[in-house]
């Protein structure tokens, strides 16, 4: 490995990755010098320890792997890059995120991919509450189980759900479209199972295959959508929520 | 027997009214029968009607001879003011202590979003977007614009947050604390839907609260996120509507607010139930006290700043307001009536005939339309519209109509605004002079009385004539 002049950063040639240690330095620098990378850099973020805001507002197509725990808004408010996280992150993942993708390999807190306007977050193992809420054009792939009111109040996009759904499930949504593969506990305000159609399981298949998911049969998904009855004032939806 | 004139002279009872019902007033009658027969609350725009104690109810006790005036035509008197400056590497700086508060273009039509950037601009101060994003009629026109980060989220991005001199994140606002935005489908055309990411022509009813965190511990991890993406560069404001000022501000403060924006009842919306707006939170006078307080308790007066809103109308308004601690004020409805909110005719431009020299721009070039039937159609009068949720304002400032928004000329709207927000300048440094203060920031509690008990328990300066300060 090498160092970088002027930072605290160093090169793992074998990787053709630039390494910077987080034991050694401030979000602030780390983030920094993930803005400065051209498009196409690879950098690797090493000892994370759960450091809340890494990777976040990135601009360009960079590859960002976090090894190890992220906290709250990993990879949020970004665009065209690419970020792993090498374990569990915390609240917010991918919090509205504009394009490219985050990706958690291991558990999501809640709240992931939170008004994601574009763009992939795909968590590999379970997300907890509101994952998916208030998405606006983005796509959630959850490996595993989803926690209550998973895609509350979506507007746009698609969420994925590998496992089961948790109560309240699709509650006051809009346009976003839920498919789940296992059980759902309940659904939510203004939502309903719709009948799956051609179109659904390519879309189903196509998110599953992008977020890598081989145990998901987009044959086998149930469609969650609006029935959009509350789209509209209306007395009679008093004590609906 | 008691003698009792007024049953046994009819002729009393038709002079004279009978006794107001103060349970059961006409308003309180219509207001039943209108649940009644639809159903349903009133939803209505601006801010609170009811009276409560207010800026009316201090008196500035100005220079004689125990306090020495400055000059007011010849001698300065500072209104620079500066927010941000302990973090942020582009502090917001403003020529005048009066700001135009958040309203949404979809609440507003864009001519209006455009005109209060043009004169944010043209007097040196800034203009604050709204919920549904930054359109670029706004970031173009405006000098300072300060971006809200909402808890819709509609329309935010990093884009216009990096393009942002300030971001706002709003908690909450005075005409509806707890209580989330309100856009009914009339106005949500297609700009607006695209803009929000929303079918055309919903009732867009706003989340109440943020989706991706929820205590004062997790604003502080928001705090530094916007900071990281806008790379410490500009400010970050948090608005909170006053309901329990102290802790709020102190809450706000801890998580790294730059400015605590404070929004009093009288604050104003497009649209939001009238229970909301009538009987939630606390007045501004008594809420900006609790916050300059708070902030002086905390020794943060010069570190952070404090903005406050909510029915600011004159220059006197802005005085009392700073003297009681506030660094500025922030201005939502009365902008709007300076652009030609319940107006009784909006000016167009008269249609030259053809093969006429062009016209210059002047007031003197356009003609007045009257359109008080069309106030008429909507139930109500110029002078009286509260109507801006509806989506059909006569004079073009809250639609989203193409006819109707073309009424407010965004050029003629802005000078009318910015010699709005000159003359309260004026007039904040014209009370400031006299007070004997060389910088409106100066001013002070001690330069207040109150005129009413209430007004000095809340304001916490002495009655008038008095050295009696309620509760101490």
């Known amino acids: ?241 | 027997m008691t003698h009792r004139p007024d049953l046994i002279d009819p002729g009393r009872l038709a002079a004279e009214a009978p006794p107001a019902h103060h349970t059961f007033g006409p308003d309180v009658l219509a207001g039943i029968r209108e649940r009644a027969e639809l159903g349903r609350y009133p939803i209505r725009g601006w801010g609170a009607r009811r009276a409560v104690p207010d800026f009316d109810d201090l008196l500035l006790l100005t220079a004689s001879a125990s306090r020495y005036p400055l000059e007011g035509y010849r001698e300065r008197c500072d209104t620079r003011t500066v927010f941000g400056a302990r973090r942020a590497a582009r502090p917001v700086v403003l020529d005048i202590p009066i700001t135009i508060a958040g309203m949404s273009f979809g609440s507003l039509s864009a001519n209006a979003k455009e005109a209060l950037g043009r004169a944010a601009s043209m007097v040196g101060t800034s203009t604050t977007t709204g919920d549904g994003g930054m359109t670029p009629e706004e970031r173009s026109a405006s000098r300072t614009l300060v971006y809200q980060c909402l808890p819709s989220r509609y329309g935010f991005n990093p884009t216009d947050l990096r393009a942002a001199d300030a971001v706002e994140i709003v908690l909450g606002q005075g005409a509806k604390p707890g209580g989330g935005g309100m856009l009914l489908g009339q106005k949500v055309g297609a700009r607006v839907a695209g803009m929000r990411t929303l079918p055309e022509g919903v009732d867009q009813r706003s989340a109440s609260r943020h989706p991706d965190w929820t205590g004062p511990d997790d604003l502080k991890i928001k705090i530094e996120e916007i900071r990281e993406v806008t790379d410490w560069q500009i400010p970050v404001y948090v608005k909170v509507g006053a309901t329990r000022v102290d802790h709020d501000v102190r809450l706000a403060v801890a998580a790294g607010a730059d400015v605590v924006v404070v929004d009093g009842m009288q604050g104003g919306t497009g649209a939001t139930q009238d229970a909301f707006i009538e009987h939630t939170g606390i007045p501004t006078l008594a809420a900006v006290r609790l916050a300059g307080d708070a902030l002086a308790d905390l020794g943060l007066t010069t570190d952070v700043g404090l903005i406050v809103s909510g029915g600011i109308r004159t220059g006197a308004d802005v005085a009392k307001a700073l003297a009681l601690g506030a660094d500025a004020v922030s201005l939502g409805v009365a902008p709007l009536v300076a652009l030609g909110c319940n107006a009784p005719t909006y000016r167009r431009r008269p249609v030259p005939p053809p093969d006429s020299a062009p016209t210059g721009a002047s007031d003197s070039a356009y003609v007045e339309v009257d359109v008080s039937a069309e106030y008429a159609a909507l139930g109500t009068a110029p002078g009286h519209c509260v109507h801006c949720h509806t989506g059909r304002c006569p004079v073009g400032v809250t639609t989203q109509d193409d006819t109707l928004a073309a009424r407010l000329d965004p050029v003629l709207g802005a000078t009318r605004v910015a010699n709005y927000l000159r003359a309260l300048a004026m007039e904040t440094t014209m009370l400031a002079r006299a007070c004997g203060k060389s910088d409106v920031h100066r001013l002070e509690p001690e330069d207040l009385v109150a005129l009413t008990v209430e007004a000095a328990a809340m304001a916490r300066v002495p009655l008038a004539g008095t050295d009696w300060i309620p509760g101490r």
Request: hydrophobic share 45%; with cysteine.
């Open chain 1, 1 to 241: 490995m090498g160092e970088l002049s002027g930072t605290t950063a160093v090169v793992d040639e074998a990787r053709d990755e630039i390494v910077l240690d987080l034991a050694a330095m401030s979000t602030r620098e780390a983030n920094a010098a993930l803005r400065s990378l051209p498009d196409g850099a690879r950098a690797r973020l090493d000892n994370p320890a759960g450091r809340h805001n890494l990777a976040v507002g990135l601009t360009r197509a960079v590859h960002v792997r976090i090894a190890g725990p992220a906290g709250y808004y990993v990879g949020g408010l970004g665009a065209a890059a690419e970020v792993d996280v090498d374990g569990p992150a915390g609240w917010g993942v991918g919090e509205n995120l504009m394009s490219g993708t985050v990706r958690v390999r291991g558990a999501a807190s809640q709240s992931a991919a939170a008004s994601a306007h574009g763009g992939l977050v795909v968590v590999e193992g379970d997300a907890s509450l509101r994952a998916g809420i208030s998405l606006k054009g983005g796509q959630l792939a959850v490996a595993g189980d989803v926690g209550r009111s998973c895609a509350f109040l979506a507007q746009a996009g698609t969420i994925l759900v590998g496992g089961d759904a948790g109560e309240a499930l699709g509650d006051s949504l809009y346009e976003a479209v839920i498919y789940v593969a296992g059980r759902i506990r309940g659904l939510g305000t203004d939502a309903r199972v719709e009948d799956l159609t051609e179109a659904d399981v390519a879309a189903a298949g196509a998110l599953a295959a992008a977020a890598g998911f081989d145990h998901v049969d987009p044959q086998n998904v149930t469609r969650v959508a609006s029935v959009r009855s509350l789209y509209h004032f209306d007395t009679a939806h008093h004590g609906a929520y």
